[in-house]
């Protein structure tokens, strides 16, 4: 891994827990045991690396979420359980539940930094997108009414997913976030 994918790496994990404005370079600087010329050789600032780290997170999350699993050549309904099964495995896997990197960084920084909330946005945007070609590939196999709107019902299993995602970080208990998916996997008839 090269140096600045460390310090890639290390700010993401600062960022995802603390929060973009929470976070100081001296924080940064700290974890990733550098000084800051070595910073700054990278990085021109805060501001950069930052949405070095947005960029980081869409990476990752379009290719294990969106191309490996939505637009991937299973059936529909093994596309949104996978999906599910994905983003369930993801929140698990962290020691304490510090939620959606994209959700967290969407209210934070939303109203403050449009370069964050385009970036944020487009990721967004190409998450329903996915999940909307998802849903026309079931009403194409006859196992939605045709007459649903898949556009709306994506956005909606979205605002789903990431409100269960909230609440599991404000309680700090992974139930909520599975309540979610659960009812998730009942109303689409993913069982």
Not at 12 to 29: M, N, P, W
Not at 58 to 66: G, M, N, R
Not at 144 to 167: P, R, S, V, Y
Request: charged share 25%.
């Amino acid at each position: 891994m090269s140096k600045q994918q460390e310090i890639l790496t290390i700010a993401r994990e600062v960022i995802h827990s603390k929060g973009y404005q929470a976070t100081s370079i001296s924080d940064i600087l700290n974890s990733a045991k550098i000084g800051k010329g070595q910073f700054y050789h990278y990085f021109s600032s805060k501001h950069d690396l930052g949405l070095a780290v947005v960029e980081n997170f869409i990476q990752e999350w379009d290719q294990k979420l969106i191309l490996d699993i939505l637009k991937s050549g299973d059936d529909p309904v093994s596309k949104l359980n996978n999906m599910l099964d994905w983003t369930v495995s993801y929140h698990s896997e962290m020691d304490s539940k510090t939620g959606c990197p994209f959700g967290n960084l969407a209210i934070e920084m939303s109203e403050h930094d449009e370069l964050f909330r385009l970036k944020i946005q487009h990721f967004f945007e190409r998450w329903i997108d996915g999940i909307q070609n998802v849903l026309d590939e079931m009403v194409e196999k006859n196992l939605f009414n045709d007459t649903i709107d898949t556009e709306k019902h994506a956005q909606t299993l979205i605002a789903m997913l990431e409100g269960g995602i909230l609440l599991m970080k404000s309680q700090q208990d992974m139930k909520w976030f599975l309540n979610v998916v659960e009812v998730i996997r009942q109303q689409y008839n993913l069982s």
